[in-house]
């Protein structure tokens, strides 16, 4: 009988485990837009639509940010010294999410909506979704995460999605609803989502 539950325990915690992450549909690389219209677009928006942002458009939008774009692994953006310091995100009303580059896929770190961490200001309180960028590196994180954060802006800029990069919320409130590991630290957030 000890056996039998032990199996059954097992079976339900792998169960669990697999429901926790979430494998992306393959990125969308098929806008035509130049970089030029993305350019002359890209600006910072305060007006979201609380519209969900689905896991198609999501999956374009984290390759822009830090995905695979090469056979031996390297990404949409540069790493100083091939560093790979930096990880990406996602808080929406799911929980948060860490994005997995490699597998192309989210693994979920909460289960709780901690939106609420970034509604220091009115116009947050739509927003479905935030990219929260944290790094390793006190030299290159940070402009890892400024590459990053920028590929995302010129998506939404492409796209009709509204963006803002914004720094304004708790640090250490995001960082422990994350529960980084030890060495990482928040760098800064971004909101996405569709244009109300």
């Known amino acids: 009988m000890k056996k039998t539950i032990g199996v059954i325990m097992a079976g339900l915690m792998a169960t669990s485990a697999m429901a926790a ?13 130049t970089l030029i219209s993305a350019l002359e677009n890209r600006h910072s928006d305060r007006e979201f639509s609380d519209k969900a942002v689905d896991n198609n458009t999501l999956s374009t939008i984290l390759w822009a940010a830090y995905g695979v774009n090469r056979a031996d ?6 790493t100083a010294m091939d560093k790979k310091d930096l990880s990406v995100y996602v808080f929406n009303k799911d929980g948060i999410w860490l994005y997995d580059a490699a ?7 909460s289960e709780e909506n901690h939106l609420d961490l970034f509604e220091m200001q009115d116009y947050m309180k739509s ?9 390793s590196t006190e030299e290159y ?11 995302v802006e010129l998506y939404a800029a492409a796209n009709n999605m509204a963006s803002i990069v ?5 640090h250490q409130k995001v960082g422990e609803a994350l529960n980084l590991p030890a060495g990482q630290r928040v ?10």
Do not use: C
């Open 103 to 109: 597998e192309n896929t989210l693994k979920q770190q």
């Open 21 to 33: 992450d979430l494998k992306l549909p393959e990125p969308d690389k098929t806008n035509q837009t």
């Open 127 to 135: 927003v479905p979704t935030v990219l929260v960028y944290t790094g």
């Open 73 to 78: 692994g390297k990404r949409t953006i540069p």
């Open 187 to 196: 760098i800064i957030s971004q909101a996405i989502g569709w244009k109300n």
């Open 166 to 170: 914004r720094g304004y919320f708790d």
């Open 141 to 151: 994180a940070v402009m890892h995460a400024g590459s990053a954060y920028q590929n």
